[in-house]
């Protein structure tokens, strides 16, 4: 972001006028190509009057810009050179008897000429082209005195007396959608989370009046994010239905398989507070590390407890039971969590070109796996102790 930023300075201090739009190379590109939307923030005005919206557009692109951290606004529209509008007062034309087919044939003459035949001069084929003498026809006001003849008068009217004419900002495009006319606003982001930045957008846009006839949609990647973190979390509430069955099926107690699932999901804490510690944004790849270290810290618990009630088959005593295993387990769990953590040290440095897409990953994995050491060898034992206490492992053949 900061060399964007950079960039961004330069290009506006030696131009000012000049709209720039800057990417990230595989962040920004792959969210276009894989999910579909051009910006992470993107509002789409619909309705049926474009030059309202045209307005509306900019409007909004102004209160956006004055949102932190929101840069390379687009007003969602770009005009050309001003074009020349002529159109046919109907009441007038009939009137007068005059047809469109013969106001634009008075038009292209005036301004470009019609070609009437053509000179064939050896292997050359010359167009002869018949249009009004020379004159300057570039000002509004000389082409509203283009002279247009009426065959049924036989007479000549000036253009303004059967048209209405104006020069307007001409339009590259025109986009549509479920027929209606389309114009989108869009937004990038610099150093700061998009979560924080759409309720900025949204208070900013609550506040505004839109004329009537006009609706919006709040989209880009936050709503494709939105989407990911519903599915994501169906997905991870399903993973822990199964991972706890697995626990039921393994230590045929209800209790037992809680006290684990419960140290399990208390290790996402550690990612929630290792992304806060580095400045790292909840995004899709870190939701993705706290799906998988449910499957990968569930099996640190396992161990402790596994071994702990093999000890209380042949220990009465709980205490002596959990200090013996996790005497035993603590050497398998510290290079279980310290592999894992050394071998994402690499992507949470963001070491090399594209590091930084899978960066939070890496940093939801380590955190979680830090974590989970104090879970699996202090806070898992306790909860043990605290529900098993007292009680005896009966030892049948």
Avoid at 100 to 127: Q, S, Y
Avoid at 254 to 279: D, E, N
Avoid at 348 to 371: H, K, N, R, T, Y
Wanted: net charge negative; aromatic share 6%; glycine share 8%.
């Amino acid at each position: 972001f900061d060399i964007m930023d950079e960039l961004r300075s330069y290009a506006e201090g030696a131009e000012p006028r000049l709209e720039i739009e800057l990417f990230q190379v595989l962040p920004d590109r792959l969210n276009s190509d894989l999910a579909g939307e051009v910006a992470p923030v993107v509002i789409t005005l619909f309705g049926n009057n474009l030059p309202v919206m045209q307005e509306s557009a900019s409007q909004i692109a102004a209160a956006l810009e004055k949102i932190p951290n929101v840069v390379d606004v687009y007003q969602g529209y770009e005009t050309s050179e001003p074009e020349l509008n002529i159109r046919i007062i109907p009441e007038i034309a009939a009137r007068l008897g005059v047809s469109v087919a013969e106001v634009r044939r008075a038009v292209n003459m005036a301004l470009w000429g019609e070609t009437t035949t053509h000179v064939v001069e050896g292997l050359k084929v010359i167009p002869v082209q018949l249009r009004y003498p020379a004159r300057d026809y570039r000002h509004l006001e000389e082409i509203r005195r283009l002279p247009v003849y009426l065959p049924e008068l036989d007479r000549m009217i000036t253009l303004e007396e059967v048209a209405d004419i104006r020069k307007s900002p001409g339009l590259t495009d025109v986009e549509n959608e479920n027929l209606s006319l389309v114009v989108n606003v869009s937004a990038q982001l610099s150093g700061r989370d998009l979560g924080s930045v759409m309720k900025d957008v949204r208070a900013t846009l609550q506040r505004m009046s839109l004329p009537p006839g006009i609706t919006l949609r709040i989209g880009g990647a936050s709503e494709s994010q939105r989407q990911a973190f519903y599915q994501l979390l169906l997905i991870l509430g399903f993973g822990t239905l199964m991972v706890f069955a697995i626990l039921l099926f393994e230590f045929k107690s209800f209790k037992t398989a809680a006290i684990v699932m419960t140290g399990t999901l208390l290790s996402i804490s550690g990612v929630f507070l290792l992304l806060w510690i580095t400045g790292i944004p909840l995004d899709i790849s870190a939701f993705m590390g706290m799906i998988m270290i449910i499957g990968v810290v569930v099996n640190n618990g396992i161990l402790v407890i596994d071994y702990t009630e093999y000890y209380r088959r042949t220990s009465p005593d709980t205490a002596e039971a959990l200090l013996a295993a996790v005497k035993v387990r603590l050497r398998p769990v510290l290079m279980t969590t310290l592999s894992t953590i050394i071998g994402f040290l690499p992507l949470a440095l963001a070491l090399g070109e594209g590091g930084e897409m899978l960066q939070p990953l890496a940093v939801s994995m380590i955190g979680g796996m830090s974590f989970s050491l104090l879970l699996s060898l202090v806070v898992i034992p306790v909860l043990y102790y605290t529900a098993h206490r007292g009680k005896e492992i009966i030892n049948t053949p």
